[in-house]
């Protein structure tokens, strides 16, 4: 059974999941993998006690222990569950195209997880009446600007998946489908992009990380 260690939380207004460790989620479901969450205090994060610091040295979620082996990193953690349960497959077997995969993962870890998406979701781990409305639009317009033109041409051609067949690259945007799915963005100058994330939340392993997922449900595998 793999634990997975990761900041999770309800509110009276939804639940709140770190998005690096719902890619990780994600992933596990998608290999049909058994696995549980250990829970952290999300105050935590901030407070960085030595606890923490013990397994992974910047204090940060997810991580994961695999048969007494702990993994940080949710890229890491991708390579680690691909290396070790291959089937089904999330990179393909092509080296130019392993690459590929792996460099648009990279560029969504960057350009949405720790980019644009955290001034989107983090004020919504505040009560209604904390949140930085403006600064929650500056990210949303941010997202427009930067990423949105990127992945609008990235599935030009009628493409249904970043890098062909479904992979990592996939993986690392399920997080963006939840995010702007609580948050209801206005996509509708990215209709490529839009009809893209429809496709990432009909896929079964999206259950794990659904907005309308209990907390409890989304703990453990099915």
Not at 91 to 102: C, N, S, W
Request: net charge negative; charged share 25%.
């Amino acid at each position: 059974m793999i634990r997975l260690y990761t900041t999770e939380r309800a509110y009276d207004w939804g639940v709140l999941r770190s998005t690096h460790a719902s890619k990780v989620k994600f992933a596990l479901a998608e290999k049909g993998l058994p696995w549980e969450v250990e829970r952290l205090h999300p105050g935590d994060l901030w407070k960085k006690p030595p606890a923490m610091r013990a397994v992974h040295p910047l204090a940060k979620v997810p991580w994961i222990v695999d048969d007494g082996f702990g993994v940080y990193d949710s890229t890491v953690i991708l390579e680690w569950l691909e290396e070790r349960y291959p089937e089904p497959p999330l990179l393909p077997r092509d080296p130019k195209a392993r690459a590929e995969a792996r460099m648009v993962e990279t560029w969504a870890d960057e350009a949405l997880l720790v980019g644009a998406l955290p001034g989107i979701w983090m004020p919504l781990w505040q009560g209604p009446a904390k949140r930085d409305a403006a600064a929650q639009e500056a990210a949303r317009e941010r997202l427009r600007s930067d990423a949105l033109p990127w992945l609008e041409a990235r599935l030009g051609d009628g493409r249904e998946w970043l890098c062909g067949a479904f992979s990592i690259a996939d993986v690392a945007l399920a997080p963006a489908a939840m995010v702007l799915q609580v948050d209801g963005t206005d996509l509708s100058a990215a209709p490529r992009f839009a009809s893209y994330l429809e496709r990432l939340r009909a896929r079964p392993a999206y259950r794990v990380i659904a907005p309308g997922t209990s907390l409890e449900d989304s703990e453990r595998s099915a």
